[in-house]
């Protein structure tokens, strides 16, 4: 069974960062493309960044380029995301969410629970 | 990266269809057969209904299909279910080599 879990969401201050991570197990991690997702309250659905099966290939959303970092750890089936310079636009649930192969199909075939991103003084 | 356009609302009664459209740009959905369907129900991860504008996970029902034409994908739900109340939201690839989802909408089971 596929599961992914997320953690280190939490409140941090207007410019400040955080590091988000997702535990994935029940499939071959290194095979398949990875995304985070995220919603602000009340909001729908952002697409946020995917990085490529094997890491060589990352991808990311105008409103996060240049301050948002995706990587994966396949030794230890993680997926990460480094966010900088947080600013209130980016309070949200952020879910991980695992992908087809490529991750341009879009296949977001299983999700995380999400974690929450407060960014608030 | 503009979201891709839904209605906000789409209501219907049981037993009836409905349709649930999805508009972008010829750099997206007319782009591009990556089109994607997702389910949330309020305070749940979504889920995947339809990917590649057609196709239906194992274990979807299949009173969900999805089609496209132009710019615009749809997702038809048919014999509708009070179970079937939930958002719904679309999602497609773009030229720029990215994902883009919709504006998402919201389905009431009268």
């Known amino acids: 069974e596929v599961q992914l879990l997320e953690s280190g969401g939490g409140l941090v201050q207007p410019g400040g960062s955080l590091r988000l991570s997702c535990a994935a197990s029940?499939?071959?991690?290194?095979?398949?493309?990875m995304s985070w997702v995220r919603q602000a309250p009340g909001k729908g659905l952002e697409w946020v960044s995917a990085?490529?099966?094997?890491?060589?290939?990352?991808?990311?959303a105008d409103s996060v380029k240049g301050r948002f970092t995706i990587s994966r750890d396949t030794s230890k089936n993680t997926l990460f995301l480094q966010m900088n310079s947080l600013g209130a636009e980016d309070t949200a649930v952020y879910y991980c969410?695992?992908?087809?192969?490529?991750f341009g199909a879009g296949q977001f075939d299983h999700w995380g629970q999400g974690t929450l991103v407060t960014v608030s003084s | 990266q503009s979201a891709l356009t839904q209605p906000a609302s789409v209501s219907g009664s049981p037993g009836q269809s409905i349709t649930i459209s999805c508009t972008g740009t010829r750099s997206d959905v007319g782009g591009y057969n990556y089109v994607s369907w997702h389910q949330q129900y309020p305070g749940k991860a979504p889920k995947l209904m339809i990917y590649?504008?057609?196709n239906r996970p194992s274990g979807v029902s299949n009173r969900f299909s999805g089609s496209k034409s132009g710019n615009t994908a749809s997702l038809t739900i048919s014999g509708l279910q009070t179970e079937d109340e939930a958002d719904y939201y679309c999602?497609?690839?773009?030229?720029?080599?990215?994902?883009?989802f919709g504006t998402g909408t919201k389905v009431t089971v009268l």
């Open positions: 969410a695992k992908l087809g192969q490529w």
């Open positions: 029940g499939f071959t991690f290194s095979s398949y493309a």
């Open positions: 999602s497609s690839y773009t030229a720029s080599s990215t994902l883009v």
């Open positions: 590649e504008v057609t």
């Open positions: 990085i490529s099966g094997n890491g060589g290939a990352t991808y990311y």
